[in-house]
């Protein structure tokens, strides 16, 4: 049951008010000044705020500020007579919810709480939802609440209070920095860098040059000595992003620093030493690298003490809709319009969970801040999503795992069933849910699964 305050100076209003809200099955709290409205806001949960413009004292835009200051999403009605319009204008681009002039009728009232109230619902469930996706899902920046991903979290864990080696592998747009650097800010190095370096992004000559720095005059251009990423790691962390891009030559020189934890800088001789801790990434398969004589086997074992796999997005759909409200909230304060963005489309939702995602969650990101910046209305429809993605989506994508003399009939089934218990395991065998999201009626899904077995 929500509640409002209602404040004004006049002794008898709120009580009238009070008594035509309550009977809409609202609780109220009245006040009779603005010192009085921001004590019991203190220390009660309040849902919207009606309060006279003119009082004495604090008047009502005086007492908008203070509450924005506070809760800048908890709506507030300014009640006003003729006189004090311009003032009431004033205080919505202050960011009240409304004003209504008095005096007004009772349905006209009622009709603008209502509206405030469910802005405000969508409001407080989207703080509930980023709150369990905080708590329950995330690790940082990490969001998942799929078995895989949980897997990867407790792994975390783990693995971050210690010094050992991780190597962490996974498709690109999977997350591979950010389970380094959860990794990092988890652990005892806490306070020391975290520095990334991109294997693949750099000519071998360059990259020794980054990794190990370089003393002055080692080769043309070197006019300084410049310390390299393993000196500013010290102490803290290095995330070697690409490993398996490393020429054979510069696998050497990282094997001998995993053994022995010193290094000399290009055309030095004294050796360095530092207390780094490695955390290596791929998106390849670094043993099957190994077994193709394209990563030395001695390093492979120095990197791979701990082993993190990230699962691609495809195989953790019960993520796709929690990072879809984490990019939403992320991408929020940065819409020209003053609708908020809820949620998406059934039609949408249903696209996002056939689709394959080749780019995994980057490509997720990509296209929900795409659609945030075009999206006119409070739910994000198909018209809004890029045209090369929507092409990309085929039916042809269904068929490759299909063999060609597949029969029809028995494909069609196939595919029906899967996507019955696809649906109730994502929506928790409620089967008015599943319904929903199949675009079928309850009755024909639960014919459909008297009719296949499902239980």
């Given at each position: 049951?929500?509640?409002?305050?209602?404040?004004?100076d006049?002794?008898?209003?709120?009580?009238?008010?009070?008594?035509v809200?309550?009977?809409?099955?609202?609780?109220?709290?009245?006040?009779?000044?603005?010192?009085?409205?921001?004590e019991?806001?203190?220390?009660a949960d309040?849902?919207l705020?009606?309060?006279?413009m003119?009082?004495?004292?604090?008047?009502?835009?005086?007492?908008?500020?203070?509450?924005?200051?506070?809760?800048?999403?908890?709506?507030?009605?300014?009640?006003?007579?003729?006189?004090?319009?311009?003032?009431a204008?004033?205080?919505?681009?202050?960011?009240?919810?409304?004003?209504?002039?008095?005096?007004?009728?009772?349905?006209r009232?009622?009709?603008?709480?209502?509206?405030?109230?469910?802005?405000?619902?969508?409001v407080?469930?989207?703080?509930?939802?980023?709150n369990?996706v905080?708590?329950?899902y995330?690790?940082?920046?990490?969001?998942?609440?799929?078995?895989?991903?949980q897997d990867?979290?407790?792994?975390?864990?783990?693995?971050?209070?210690?010094?050992?080696?991780?190597?962490?592998?996974?498709?690109?747009?999977?997350?591979?920095?950010?389970?380094a650097?959860s990794?990092?800010?988890?652990?005892?190095?806490r306070?020391?860098?975290?520095?990334?370096?991109?294997c693949?992004?750099?000519?071998?000559?360059?990259?020794?040059?980054?990794?190990?720095?370089h003393?002055?005059?080692?080769?043309?251009?070197?006019v300084a000595?410049k310390?390299?990423?393993?000196?500013?790691?010290?102490?803290?962390t290095?995330?070697?992003?690409?490993?398996?891009?490393?020429?054979?030559?510069?696998q050497?020189k990282?094997l001998?620093i995993?053994?022995?934890?010193?290094?000399?800088?290009?055309?030095?001789?004294?050796?360095?030493?530092?207390?780094i801790?490695?955390?290596?990434?791929?998106n390849?398969?670094?043993?099957e690298?190994?077994?193709?004589?394209?990563?030395?086997?001695?390093?492979y074992?120095?990197?791979?003490?701990?082993?993190?796999?990230?699962?691609l997005?495809?195989?953790?759909?019960?993520?796709?809709?929690?990072l879809?409200?984490?990019f939403?909230?992320?991408y929020?304060?940065?819409?020209?319009?003053?609708?908020?963005v809820?949620?998406?489309?059934?039609?949408?939702?249903?696209?996002f969970?056939?689709?394959s995602?080749?780019?995994?969650?980057?490509?997720l990101?990509?296209?929900?801040?795409?659609?945030?910046?075009?999206?006119?209305?409070?739910?994000?429809?198909?018209?809004?999503l890029?045209?090369?993605?929507?092409?990309s989506v085929k039916?042809a994508?269904?068929?490759?795992?299909?063999?060609?003399?597949?029969?029809?009939?028995?494909?069609?089934?196939?595919?029906?069933?899967?996507?019955?218990?696809?649906?109730?395991?994502?929506t928790?065998?409620?089967q008015?849910?599943?319904?929903e999201?199949?675009?079928?009626g309850?009755?024909?899904?639960n014919?459909k699964?008297?009719?296949?077995?499902?239980y």
């Amino acid at each position: 049951m929500e509640t409002i305050l209602i404040v004004d100076d006049e002794k008898n209003y709120p009580l009238i008010l009070s008594a035509v809200l309550e009977e809409e099955g609202f609780e109220t709290f009245t006040a009779n000044s603005g010192i009085e409205a921001l004590e019991i806001l203190k220390n009660a949960d309040v849902d919207l705020v009606l309060t006279d413009m003119k009082m004495p004292s604090m008047d009502g835009m005086e007492l908008l500020e203070k509450i924005k200051l506070e809760d800048e999403d908890l709506p507030v009605i300014m009640m006003t007579a003729h006189g004090t319009v311009d003032k009431a204008v004033e205080a919505m681009q202050k960011g009240a919810y409304s004003y209504i002039l008095k005096p007004f009728d009772n349905d006209r009232l009622i009709l603008y709480v209502n509206k405030a109230i469910s802005m405000y619902r969508v409001v407080k469930e989207n703080r509930q939802l980023r709150n369990a996706v905080e708590l329950q899902y995330s690790f940082g920046n990490i969001i998942g609440k799929s078995k895989a991903m949980q897997d990867v979290f407790e792994t975390i864990w783990k693995v971050a209070p210690t010094s050992a080696t991780v190597l962490i592998e996974g498709g690109s747009g999977t997350g591979k920095e950010l389970v380094a650097k959860s990794i990092h800010f988890n652990s005892l190095r806490r306070d020391k860098a975290f520095v990334a370096v991109n294997c693949s992004a750099l000519a071998e000559s360059l990259l020794e040059s980054e990794l190990f720095g370089h003393e002055k005059g080692a080769f043309t251009g070197a006019v300084a000595m410049k310390k390299g990423r393993f000196e500013l790691a010290d102490g803290g962390t290095l995330f070697l992003d690409e490993i398996s891009e490393l020429s054979q030559s510069l696998q050497v020189k990282l094997l001998r620093i995993l053994q022995e934890k010193i290094f000399e800088r290009v055309g030095g001789v004294r050796p360095i030493s530092v207390d780094i801790r490695i955390i290596a990434a791929t998106n390849k398969n670094l043993k099957e690298e190994m077994e193709q004589g394209r990563f030395r086997e001695d390093l492979y074992y120095r990197l791979n003490v701990v082993h993190i796999v990230l699962p691609l997005l495809r195989e953790r759909q019960a993520d796709i809709l929690l990072l879809v409200d984490h990019f939403i909230n992320k991408y929020g304060d940065e819409r020209k319009s003053a609708v908020s963005v809820t949620g998406l489309d059934q039609e949408v939702e249903r696209l996002f969970y056939n689709y394959s995602w080749p780019g995994n969650v980057r490509e997720l990101e990509n296209v929900i801040e795409r659609a945030m910046i075009l999206c006119p209305g409070e739910i994000i429809r198909l018209s809004d999503l890029p045209k090369d993605f929507k092409g990309s989506v085929k039916d042809a994508q269904f068929l490759d795992g299909i063999p060609p003399d597949a029969k029809l009939h028995e494909t069609v089934t196939t595919l029906e069933k899967m996507m019955i218990k696809r649906a109730l395991k994502l929506t928790n065998n409620v089967q008015s849910k599943a319904a929903e999201l199949l675009g079928i009626g309850k009755s024909g899904l639960n014919k459909k699964i008297n009719k296949y077995r499902i239980y």
